[in-house]
């Protein structure tokens, strides 16, 4: 079985500066794939990067990082010039490959609160 | 392009009732999916099907009914509500199962009360 922990519950950070979400996580699979999800007020969910495990370099979208330590199983994502709508819930979720790919397994999220 | 729709998205049920949770999608998807959040939690999946008349369980199905008997919808039925099942539904779904971005609909919100 698949688990993802979130230890942080709520995270505050001024605008324009840089927050780190924590993410640990246990598989004993090979293949799969990480996710940080954003979930504004209006509940939508929303993918904000994603990381292949098989992949050693840490992706990037914008200002959004990660990294990835696999030998600890950890997945923190990096939020750099923080901005009022970026206020949300965040979840990490693991997903395993193959035919398994959307069965995510998600974290307890962590909500982000951007002041100005 | 709607993308994954998802039908109502509030009700309230007393217990015992029944109801049946909408999901449509127009994008061909192969892979559809189920999700509860209970308030102030993650996602849990519920049940998924791989492809037309195919489903199997999630992690948390007891109390849940699906099928899938074409490619766009994928209903999720609720027999003989419970308190329990108080949450958010989300309904998903991806092209294949080879790294594609998983859609998600607006989610339903469900009070038994």
């Known amino acids: 079985a698949q688990t993802v922990t979130q230890s942080q519950p709520e995270m505050s950070v001024q605008e324009a500066e840089t927050v780190t979400l924590s993410c640990t996580y246990d598989?004993?699979?090979?293949?799969?794939?990480l996710f940080w999800y954003k979930q504004p007020p209006s509940r939508q969910m929303i993918l904000v990067i994603r990381q292949e495990a098989y992949k050693q370099q840490n992706a990037t979208e914008n200002r959004f990082s990660v990294n990835f330590q696999k030998a600890a199983k950890s997945f923190s994502l990096k939020i750099s010039d923080s901005q009022l709508g970026d206020t949300a819930m965040y979840f990490c979720?693991?997903?395993?490959?193959?035919?398994?790919?959307?069965?995510?397994?998600f974290g307890q999220g962590t909500i982000l609160t951007v002041h100005p | 392009n709607a993308g994954v729709t998802q039908t109502p998205k509030f009700r309230i049920l007393k217990i015992g009732q029944s109801m049946t949770l909408q999901c449509t999608q127009d994008m061909n998807h192969n892979y559809m999916y189920w999700y509860r959040q209970d308030p102030g939690m993650g996602l849990k999946l519920i049940y998924y099907s791989v492809g037309a008349g195919i489903t199997d369980k999630g992690e948390v199905p007891n109390g849940y009914n699906v099928s899938r008997s074409t490619t766009e919808d994928f209903p999720l039925r609720l027999e003989l509500a419970a308190p329990s099942q108080t949450s958010v539904y989300f309904c998903?779904?991806?092209?294949?199962?080879?790294?594609?971005?998983?859609?998600f609909g607006s989610g339903t919100q469900l009070s038994v009360l």
């Open positions: 979720a693991l997903g395993l490959g193959g035919t398994s790919y959307g069965k995510l397994t």
């Open positions: 598989t004993s699979e090979s293949n799969y794939y």
């Open positions: 998903a779904s991806t092209w294949t199962a080879t790294n594609e971005k998983l859609f």
